[in-house]
């Protein structure tokens, strides 16, 4: 059955939700505050990078069936159920999560919601508590829901199309069954849902990152171990993933993690638990945190050591700018951190990614950008792999020994071919392997 849906924020978040809702069968309008955003929208843009989502807007904004729009007052004459999808970042000059952007969708919504019976749909990952004190903030006829996004950028529409899980945070009934009808297509074809309340709901999302923040920084733990005791971490996580209750996704170590969600969501967790008085619950993560920030410097470390012990006058190749593969984001970059590192002490640093490179030199106007990884590795004395796009694990490496000054590459993502290079002609190098 169609409902009509609003989606309030339009960034990775909502741009995606909006477009599947349409995709779902309802009618969709999307709501943002920038204006040249919504024009992008209207004219069946998406203004960053995204496997799919692109195609999927421009269809529905062609059948009519999703629209954009700056006004509020628009938002709530046409909606049944609105989604707020708007970001949480980091507080400046603090870890706790900055909900200047959640409490300002309540503020606008609310006033013009009173006598409409709308459902108000949470979805932002926020600190537990936040929604209670929203839902105080809605008129008597108004019902607020959390229903946390479990969104992987590069598989953000499939996840919105066939999530592994829908979580509902309400408080009644009748919540909890405009929920349903709004993913009754979604739920059709077998999708489990968990129904909690609120306080349940908004930890469910800050707890699942913690928990895979916390896998990825004990491989690279284990990394740091292996390099000191003359070990393989691959062969090491190969052997733990064979353990049915590990398994072996999130185990591979390398440059560590990055993108606008775990680094800033372990941070206000942690952040959050201190408020509560159970600091000291998730006083680990700080370590997660920790391990993951050394691996960043290990590969600069390693990478000064292979240019004959300090960079200046090195020429430098970068093989990735975005956080990981099939996404164009350079939030909090391990690739970026690692080239400005090395740019500060003197490199010569030239950066290739397939999608991410507008953002980039945004971002670090001062880095060189190139317009291949050839033109990359072009008299390079040192290679970085630091994200892992198939494009450069299908890179010849005999091809490639001709272009670069010296032929050493540093995989930071252990992604490559380690024989295939070697056998080149190359020095591999790998965090926690020989």
Same mark, same amino acid.
């Given at each position: 059955?169609?409902?009509?849906?609003?989606?309030?924020?339009?960034? +990775?978040?909502?741009?995606?939700?909006? &477009?599947?809702?349409?995709?779902?069968?309802?009618?969709?309008?999307?709501?943002?505050?920038?204006?040249?955003?919504?024009?992008?929208?209207?004219?069946?843009?998406?203004?960053?990078?995204? *496997?799919?989502?692109?195609?999927?807007?421009?269809?529905?904004?062609?059948?009519?069936?999703?629209?954009?729009?700056?006004?509020? =007052?628009?938002?709530?004459?046409?909606?049944?159920?609105?989604?707020?999808?708007?970001?949480?970042?980091?507080?400046? /000059?603090?870890?706790?999560?900055?909900?200047?952007?959640?409490?300002?969708?309540?503020?606008?919504?609310? *006033?013009?919601? #009173?006598?409409?019976?709308?459902?108000?749909?949470?979805?932002?990952?926020? *600190?537990?508590?936040?929604?209670?004190? @929203?839902? #105080?903030?809605?008129?008597?006829?108004?019902?607020?829901?959390?229903? *946390?996004?479990?969104?992987?950028? /590069?598989?953000?529409?499939?996840?919105?199309?066939?999530?592994?899980?829908?979580?509902?945070?309400?408080?009644?009934?009748?919540? =909890?069954?405009? @929920?349903?009808?709004? +993913?009754?297509?979604?739920?059709?074809?077998?999708?489990?849902?968990?129904?909690?309340?609120?306080?349940?709901?908004? @930890?469910?999302?800050?707890?699942?990152?913690?928990?895979? &923040?916390?896998?990825?920084?004990?491989?690279?733990?284990?990394?740091?171990?292996?390099?000191?005791?003359?070990?393989?971490?691959?062969?090491? #996580?190969?052997?733990?993933?064979?353990?049915?209750?590990?398994?072996?996704?999130?185990?591979?170590?390398?440059?560590?993690?990055?993108?606008?969600?775990?680094?800033?969501?372990?941070?206000?967790?942690?952040?959050?638990? /201190?408020?509560?008085?159970?600091?000291?619950?998730?006083?680990?993560?700080?370590?997660?945190?920790?391990?993951?920030?050394?691996?960043?410097?290990?590969?600069?470390?390693?990478?000064?050591?292979?240019?004959?012990?300090?960079?200046?006058?090195?020429?430098?190749?970068?093989?990735?700018?975005?956080?990981?593969?099939?996404?164009?984001?350079?939030?909090?970059?391990?690739?970026?951190?690692?080239?400005?590192?090395?740019?500060?002490?003197?490199?010569?640093?030239?950066?290739?990614?397939?999608?991410?490179?507008?953002?980039?030199?945004?971002?670090?106007?001062?880095?060189? +950008?190139?317009?291949?990884?050839?033109?990359?590795?072009?008299?390079?004395?040192?290679?970085?792999?630091?994200?892992?796009?198939?494009?450069?694990?299908?890179?010849?490496?005999?091809?490639?020994?001709?272009?670069?000054?010296?032929?050493?590459?540093?995989?930071?993502?252990?992604? @490559?071919?380690?024989?295939?290079?070697?056998?080149? /002609?190359?020095? +591999?190098?790998?965090?926690?392997?020989?």
């Amino acid at each position: 059955m169609s409902a009509r849906v609003t989606v309030i924020g339009t960034g +990775y978040l909502g741009a995606t939700h909006a &477009a599947c809702m349409a995709e779902i069968g309802h009618e969709v309008l999307g709501l943002d505050v920038d204006p040249d955003k919504v024009a992008a929208l209207r004219s069946g843009r998406v203004p960053f990078y995204e *496997p799919g989502l692109e195609e999927l807007l421009a269809k529905h904004v062609a059948t009519g069936r999703l629209r954009f729009t700056t006004s509020y =007052e628009e938002v709530a004459e046409f909606g049944e159920v609105h989604f707020s999808c708007v970001g949480t970042p980091q507080s400046p /000059g603090g870890n706790a999560a900055d909900l200047r952007y959640v409490d300002a969708v309540i503020e606008h919504l609310a *006033p013009l919601l #009173a006598g409409r019976n709308a459902l108000v749909v949470g979805k932002s990952t926020v *600190p537990v508590g936040t929604a209670e004190r @929203l839902a #105080a903030m809605l008129p008597e006829d108004a019902e607020l829901a959390w229903n *946390p996004e479990f969104l992987r950028e /590069g598989f953000a529409v499939e996840d919105t199309l066939r999530p592994d899980r829908l979580v509902f945070g309400v408080r009644s009934t009748t919540a =909890e069954a405009r @929920l349903r009808a709004v +993913y009754a297509p979604v739920i059709s074809n077998g999708t489990p849902v968990v129904v909690t309340d609120f306080p349940t709901a908004e @930890l469910v999302k800050t707890s699942a990152n913690a928990f895979l &923040a916390t896998k990825i920084s004990f491989i690279n733990a284990m990394a740091e171990v292996c390099e000191a005791a003359g070990a393989d971490v691959t062969l090491l #996580a190969e052997a733990l993933s064979h353990d049915t209750r590990i398994g072996g996704r999130f185990l591979r170590a390398g440059v560590g993690f990055g993108g606008g969600c775990l680094p800033k969501d372990i941070r206000a967790f942690t952040a959050r638990a /201190g408020e509560l008085g159970v600091g000291r619950a998730l006083a680990f993560l700080r370590e997660v945190d920790d391990i993951n920030m050394r691996r960043r410097s290990r590969v600069v470390d390693l990478a000064r050591e292979a240019a004959g012990g300090g960079f200046l006058g090195r020429r430098i190749a970068v093989l990735g700018a975005a956080f990981k593969p099939d996404s164009d984001d350079i939030r909090d970059s391990p690739a970026l951190n690692v080239a400005a590192q090395i740019q500060l002490q003197g490199g010569n640093v030239s950066v290739y990614d397939p999608k991410a490179m507008d953002n980039a030199r945004k971002a670090f106007p001062t880095l060189a +950008y190139a317009t291949s990884a050839e033109d990359a590795l072009s008299g390079a004395d040192v290679v970085l792999h630091l994200t892992e796009w198939q494009e450069f694990r299908d890179l010849d490496p005999a091809v490639l020994r001709d272009k670069v000054a010296r032929p050493y590459v540093i995989d930071g993502r252990n992604a @490559l071919d380690a024989g295939r290079w070697r056998a080149a /002609g190359w020095t +591999y190098r790998a965090l926690g392997r020989p």
